[in-house]
């Protein structure tokens, strides 16, 4: 869910708008370096994939539905940099145009959902390869894990936020207490769907995944002999 | 949330707000949802003529009321939760209509939803009456870095492709019992948004190329007129 307006104390939404612009400033002239002059039309479409991604709704409970963040999978797609310029794109237009997530709030939105779970993503991510087999098959389980770990860290910086500027009284422990347990159960889902879409990938084009690149780079050309 | 994507949110008309340049109604907004939330709770009847200016705006643009209530339903699961604060925030307790809550809670739920509702209303109405090419033309005049913009530009361009693209899918897969919204069915849907992924990556190739062929040298040629027509 997105951070509406009113629920950080303006103090708190202006300067984690200034941490936002600085993060999204880094990620312009670092996205250069992944996708170099390619970069405006293949941002554009991945980040009208990831909301495309993000309005299947799953029914959480309660009457609630849930969906896909997607700044996880989105790092391993198309590597960090990108992965969160496109969700915070994604927010940008989110907030203009569709009232999702307050205007005031999008600098905590894509702080929250934007930067923290890209880069936290991209940082499990490769942090598993480095210790796991370098094989093709663990690309789309370390993913999940990434997308697992991503979301309640996500949801822990939230609750920090709140404890600095939260609107409401109601107590910082409790509140990280609901976060991280509602969150694990979401992160859950986030890293079934993740894997899998990843493992998709994989399978046919594994060129097109950034976090499998080097693994497909180090593969050898095999030249089989079928007897006749 | 899923309900009212796409550019249906514009409600296409010729008011002194439909006709307003885009970068000043963006700073009209951001300035005015921040004094919303920079206003302390307490001050009720400041809120009663906050919200009186919003649907003034609304009113003058001539967009029926009707229809930004309708699309105010993004906001319902937040209002759920302001709803729950009083029960679980601290402080005395008092009674309302027979249940025990917290009475800063109550307070608290109230600047919740209000600052929310006033907020969503507010960016309804810049959605409403702005198309999305004058957005971005707004946004670059207020300095928003020109490679953003660009990449913006290109989602809400390709956005309406990429969603149709995927709502076929959903259909070819309903239509052959699968229910996409099922955990059950996560494999196969996974499948589809790893397809959808994939053709959205090879189009993204495809309109590049196609802007090489036509002299992209890596940036956009920038309108000079204050106005874009699509």
């Not at chain 1, 999978?73 to 310029?85: D, F």
């Not at chain 1, 409401?168 to 969150?183: Q, R, Y």
Request: aromatic share 6%; hydrophobic share 55%.
């Amino acid at each position: 869910m997105h951070v509406p307006d009113g629920f950080l104390d303006a103090p708190t939404s202006v300067a984690t708008g200034v941490v936002a612009a600085a993060a999204v400033g880094v990620a312009l002239r670092r996205a250069r370096t992944e996708l170099d002059d390619r970069t405006a039309p293949m941002a554009g479409l991945v980040a009208a994939f990831v909301f495309a991604a993000q309005m299947i709704n799953f029914p959480v409970g309660a009457g609630t539905s849930g969906h896909l963040m997607g700044g996880a999978l989105a790092a391993v797609l198309v590597g960090p940099w990108t992965g969160l310029l496109c969700v915070s794109v994604v927010l940008v237009v989110q907030a203009l145009f569709m009232a999702d997530g307050g205007i005031t709030a999008l600098g905590t939105n894509v702080v929250l959902i934007g930067v923290v779970t890209a880069l936290v993503g991209y940082v499990v991510f490769r942090a598993l390869q480095a210790v796991l087999p370098h094989r093709l098959g663990t690309v789309a389980p370390t993913a999940a894990v990434a997308a697992f770990v991503s979301v309640p860290v996500a949801a822990a910086v939230f609750s920090l936020l709140f404890a600095i500027g939260g609107t409401a009284p109601v107590d910082a422990g409790k509140v990280l207490t609901a976060m991280l347990g509602w969150h694990v159960l979401i992160g859950i889902g986030e890293a079934v769907v993740t894997g899998l879409v990843v493992g998709a990938v994989v399978a046919v084009r594994p060129d097109l995944v950034r976090g499998a690149r080097p693994l497909v780079a180090a593969r050898e050309l095999e030249i089989r002999t079928v007897a006749a | 949330m899923g309900a009212a994507h796409g550019h249906r949110l514009h409600h296409h008309g010729h008011s002194a707000v439909h006709r307003a340049p885009a970068h000043l109604k963006i700073l009209v907004l951001v300035g005015f949802v921040l004094l919303v939330v920079a206003t302390p709770r307490e001050w009720y009847a400041v809120f009663a003529a906050y919200a009186a200016v919003v649907v003034g705006t609304v009113l003058v643009a001539r967009v029926p009321l009707g229809w930004v209530l309708r699309r105010m339903v993004v906001e319902v699961p937040f209002l759920v939760f302001a709803a729950l604060v009083p029960f679980v925030a601290e402080g005395p307790r008092t009674e309302v209509l027979g249940l025990t809550v917290s009475e800063p809670g109550l307070v608290a739920a109230w600047g919740l939803a209000v600052k929310g509702t006033i907020g969503v209303m507010a960016s309804l109405t810049l959605a409403a009456t702005t198309e999305p090419t004058d957005v971005l033309v707004g946004l670059r005049r207020l300095r928003m870095p020109p490679l953003l913009v660009e990449i913006m530009s290109f989602m809400l361009r390709y956005l309406d492709v990429v969603t149709a693209d995927l709502g076929r899918t959903l259909t070819a897969m309903r239509s052959r019992g699968c229910e996409p919204r099922s955990p059950r069915h996560w494999p196969v849907l996974a499948r589809s948004l790893g397809a959808l992924f994939i053709r959205s990556y090879e189009r993204g190739e495809r309109v590049h190329l196609a802007m090489l062929s036509r002299g992209y040298t890596g940036t956009l040629p920038t309108t000079t007129g204050g106005h874009e027509h699509r």
